[in-house]
């Protein structure tokens, strides 16, 4: 079994920034890719962005330039840090983990950024 967790959400002011974490433990044969997502209340989840096992970086156009994702491979550990931040960057942000390329993810149960003044 696999366990996505992400933390690091909470409340910002806007032209902040906030680092967001993604962890996966159990049996997990290799990680090809960690994905971030986001979804606002009533809205379309968003795809913001992806690292491979190789260390490369894939971003939606959007998010190029203000958010960077980042890992610590033998810590299981992916990051997401969002910088300026406006209250349009309110969501819930969640990470998914996928063992290859056509592998279903493993999701987690995400993590709330609220931007606010």
């Known amino acids: 079994q696999v366990q996505v967790a992400e933390s690091g959400g909470g409340l910002v002011q806007p032209g902040g920034s906030l680092r967001l974490s993604c962890v996966v433990s159990?049996?997990?044969?290799?990680?090809?890719?960690v994905t971030w997502n986001r979804q606002a209340p009533g809205e379309p989840r968003e795809l913001l962005g992806t690292i491979y096992n190789n260390g490369m970086t894939d971003y939606a156009a959007p998010w190029k330039g203000r958010f960077t994702i980042s890992r610590d491979g033998p810590a299981k550990k992916w990051y997401l840090q969002m910088s300026n931040l406006s209250p349009e960057d309110t969501a819930v942000y969640s990470c998914?983990?996928?063992?290859?390329?056509?592998?279903?993810?493993?999701w987690g149960q995400g993590t709330q950024v609220t931007v606010s003044s």
């Open positions: 159990g049996n997990i044969f290799k990680t090809y890719a």
């Open positions: 998914n983990v996928r063992e290859c390329h056509n592998c279903p993810p493993y």
